[in-house]
């Protein structure tokens, strides 16, 4: 098991049980068996981290989304700043929008979000006549652990990024850190 979790933490990524299994010499049963067992132990110890099943029997070792807004900052790249969160979370809500309609609805503040968000892969920006068109990638779903497809991500982050809002408005605004 201390290979499985040492795979998990150096990956940065979600990683297939099929790669696991290829990683530890074990089949997909036994490492499934062993995940569910790593998961289950960082559950019971209530720590920063935490084992997430994502879809198409992927998992990643991960800092829970509640922490980010206190220990962000330390995160290589930086953390998105709360306009920048708000930004994202209406690109995943509508997309594929295109950036000047998201512009003509959220300000052109929203540039620097957009370039900040593409910067750190959560959206995709592909040219569209003379904008871009804007989806989330791969990335910004496994990040938030929401599924890839389009339609459960959306009903999924109605849920889960209500809360990381929250907290982020509330770390920020205790940090007395203005919004922009």
């Known amino acids: 098991m201390i290979t499985l979790e040492a795979a998990l933490y150096v990956s940065g990524r979600?990683?297939?049980l099929d790669e696991l299994s290829n990683i530890i010499g074990k089949s997909q049963s036994t490492v499934q068996k062993l995940l569910d067992d790593l998961?289950?132990?960082?559950?019971?110890k209530?720590?920063?981290?935490?084992?997430?099943?994502?879809?198409?029997?992927?998992?990643?070792l991960q800092?829970?989304?509640?922490?980010?807004p206190r220990v962000g900052?330390?995160?290589p790249g930086g953390l998105l700043s709360f306009a920048s969160l708000?930004?994202?979370v209406f690109i995943a809500l509508k997309q594929p929008i295109i950036q000047s309609e998201?512009?003509?609805?959220?300000?052109?503040?929203s540039y620097d979000h957009i370039r900040d968000i593409v910067e750190k892969k959560f959206v995709d920006a592909i040219p569209e006549g003379r904008s871009k068109l804007?989806?989330?990638?791969k990335l910004f779903a496994d990040y938030f652990g929401l599924d890839s497809d389009r339609i459960k991500l959306k009903a999924q982050l109605k849920f889960k990024m209500k809360k990381i809002l929250d907290d982020q408005r509330e770390f920020e605004e205790t940090a007395g850190i203005t919004h922009g």
């Open 134 to 137: 804007l989806t989330t990638t």
């Open 102 to 109: 998201l512009v003509a609805q959220r300000g052109t503040h």
């Open 73 to 75: 900052k330390l995160i």
């Open 86 to 88: 708000q930004t994202l």
């Open 63 to 68: 800092l829970k989304p509640e922490l980010t």
């Open 46 to 60: 209530g720590g920063a981290l935490e084992v997430v099943a994502l879809p198409k029997d992927r998992y990643v």
């Open 39 to 44: 998961s289950f132990e960082y559950n019971q």
């Open 14 to 16: 979600a990683l297939t």
